[in-house]
């Protein structure tokens, strides 16, 4: 179940991609969990697909995207 205004601010396959990582993550097996390499990989294709999608040209420090940096996710941990 997803909240609909999500169709409208996320494309799909951002979408399907973060309730994938959410499905392994919570896998009973603990050895069938993704490693925090392969969350942090896959979470970083959904923003970028997310950011395509949107046809975003900045990263989200408003610095211009550059195709020789590859685009970095921002976590903050509280």
Not at 2 to 27: G, N
Not at 53 to 74: E, I, N, V
Request: proline fraction near 6%; include cysteine; charged fraction near 20%.
């Amino acid at each position: 179940m997803v909240d609909p205004t999500l169709f409208k601010a996320c494309s799909d396959q951002s979408l399907k991609t973060i309730v994938e990582i959410c499905i392994r993550c919570l896998h009973k097996t603990p050895e069938d969990r993704p490693s925090v390499e392969d969350l942090l990989w896959n979470l970083q294709f959904a923003a970028q697909v997310q950011d395509a999608w949107r046809g975003d040209s900045h990263s989200s420090d408003g610095s211009p995207k550059s195709a020789s940096q590859p685009w970095q996710l921002q976590l903050t941990i509280s």
